[in-house]
């Protein structure tokens, strides 16, 4: 089992930059595969990005494609959303999601396919 928290949500103008921080807790974070997700008031829960714990590539919603980049750092623990040239549209609560990942290159889209959830950091663009 994992736990996850978020941090480095806040209030930015349009155009600014945040760096998202999810830090998991025990020693197996290397086996998961780490997602981040959004949900804005009145919305669906939507995909944001994905990092596969084998070979680090990454896959990233048609929204923020270009502007977020999603990394990680086993050695601490760690991912990290780091989105730049926000927009309006990007305020919503920030997720970060984790799933065990026994042959390395799983990843989803989707909610469902994550089976750990943190606590969601909001972000807030102003235009």
């Known amino acids: 089992q994992v736990q996850l928290v978020e941090s480095g949500g806040g209030l930015v103008q349009a155009g600014g930059s945040l760096r998202l921080s999810c830090a998991a807790s025990?020693?197996?974070?290397?086996?998961?595969?780490m997602g981040w997700f959004r949900q804005a008031p009145g919305k669906e829960r939507e995909f944001v990005a994905v990092?596969?714990?084998?070979?680090?590539?990454?896959y990233y919603a048609d929204s923020v494609k270009g502007r977020f980049t999603i990394s990680r750092d086993n050695a601490k623990n760690t991912v990290y959303l780091q989105m730049n040239s926000l927009k309006p549209e990007d305020t919503a609560v920030y997720y970060c999601?984790?799933?065990?990942?026994?042959?390395?290159?799983?990843?989803?889209?989707?909610?469902?396919?994550?089976?750990?959830w943190g606590q969601g950091t909001q972000v807030t663009v102003s235009s």
């Open positions: 025990g020693r197996t974070f290397s086996s998961y595969a």
């Open positions: 999601a984790a799933r065990p990942d026994y042959s390395g290159y799983y990843y989803s889209v989707r909610p469902s396919g994550y089976d750990y």
């Open positions: 990092i596969r714990r084998s070979d680090g590539n990454t």
